[in-house]
């Protein structure tokens, strides 16, 4: 990101934003730890001050921002918490036909439902530390085919023994090829992949490959498709007892398993209103839960524009994560969630808007057969100036 700083110096600036904000939200929650039993409920506040810097020329694009959130609760002062938001991505088109991208991020989160509407797996109030870091090349091969590249990195450390850290490594490369020659606003797509996933004592690697299409069904809808194959190893170390000193050894095992990968999406931009329904299933991350997870992935949403300062929102999602012991986790993973989240925003000028949601959200756990939910109301203040308009 310091480089495509430094390059910023070089081009004609087209557009440039900074941006201060700040964001006053108040919260009930009435499971403020997403526990099965012993819900804490209560009202809470949260103070957002932020800054958000972006730049455009015909070549470059930085897009860099920070975030503070300092939650105070009303009757659980223990609960009280500071977390920590950076993120940084940019682009630079070296030729006409290459262009390199970068992206950087960290923060430092407690929220027991920082992951329930992206994952569906829950927390308790612990801390997490997350660094992820990647770059992309694209290289147009010719008029009409384009080729790709992708690395990315993630780690996860928690301040808590009951969570396990986790390291990342996922590399991506691909084509896609216009078909418009003979079907109109339609590409083709090829994918391969491989992911490492590293926790203590067990490691999970996995390769793809997948093929689809992405369509503009109109000028209003859009559809893109993939399907493929996965081939998942594991290997694990574990801990067998003994009847001599010291009692016990250790031993390794593996796994190997083959599976279905793939997503749909389907999207609707009007110049009013835009939704979109998307579903996927893969081999992905469960953070703090010993590994990952094979994981269908439900989501959609839905906004519409009431007025030209009202506007309503529908959004919701179904997760199921699975994972047998030793399979792609160190322990068995059964879980189902649903959360459903609907809201009107009030947009006073461009600068100043006013939030108003509910969410539900319910979470299965079916190895022990318990269940968690929660409702959480939630009013937002959120205000912002640009300093270069």
């Known amino acids: 990101m310091l480089c495509l700083v430094s390059l910023s110096g070089l081009s004609r600036a087209d557009e440039v934003k900074l941006i201060p904000s700040v964001a006053i939200k108040e919260e009930h929650n009435d499971n403020i730890l997403y526990a099965s039993s ?183 809808w859009n559809l893109l498709v993939d399907a493929g194959l996965r081939y998942t190893t594991s290997r694990f170390t574990f801990a067998e007892t003994t009847f001599s000193p010291p009692y016990y050894v250790y031993k390794y095992d593996s796994n190997k398993d083959w599976g279905g990968v793939g997503q749909l999406a389907l999207t609707y931009k009007g110049l009013k209103n835009s939704g979109d329904l998307r579903v996927k299933h893969d081999i992905m991350p469960a953070s703090g839960q010993s590994g990952t997870s094979e994981r269908t992935a439900f989501l959609g949403g839905v906004n519409i524009r009431l007025t030209y300062e009202f506007s309503g929102t529908l959004n919701g999602g179904y997760f199921i994560n699975r994972s047998r012991a030793g399979q792609y986790s160190v322990q068995e993973i059964d879980e189902d969630s649903i959360w459903i989240s609907p809201g009107l925003i ?4 461009k600068d100043v808007s006013f939030n108003l949601s509910y969410s539900y959200n319910k979470t299965w756990y079916n190895i022990s057969r318990t269940e968690a939910e929660r409702n959480l109301f939630q009013v937002r203040y959120r205000i912002q100036h640009d300093l270069f308009n």
């Open 38 to 220: 012993g819900a804490y409920r209560d009202f809470y506040t949260t103070v957002s001050p932020g800054l958000d810097f972006l730049e455009k020329t015909e070549r470059l694009t930085i897009d860099l921002s920070g975030r503070a959130d300092r939650r105070v609760y009303s009757k659980y002062s223990e609960f009280n918490a500071t977390d920590q938001f950076y993120n940084g991505k940019g682009g630079y088109s070296l030729t006409e036909r290459l262009g390199i991208t970068g992206k950087a991020a960290y923060s430092k989160d407690s929220r027991p439902d920082r992951d329930l509407e992206t994952t569906g797996l829950t927390y308790t109030g612990v801390t997490r530390y997350r660094q992820a870091y990647g770059f992309g090349v694209n290289y147009l091969l010719s008029e009409i085919l384009l080729g790709t590249f992708q690395y990315d990195y993630l780690n996860d450390t928690y301040d808590d023994p009951r969570y396990t850290d986790l390291e990342a490594h996922s590399f991506n490369m691909g084509v896609v090829h216009d078909l418009s020659y003979f079907m109109q606003k339609t590409q083709a797509r090829m994918n391969v992949g491989y992911a490492r996933y590293n926790i203590p004592n067990f490691r999970v690697d996995n390769y793809e490959w997948t093929a689809g299409v992405n369509r503009a069904l109109d000028e209003r």
């Open 346 to 349: 009030y947009n006073y000028s």
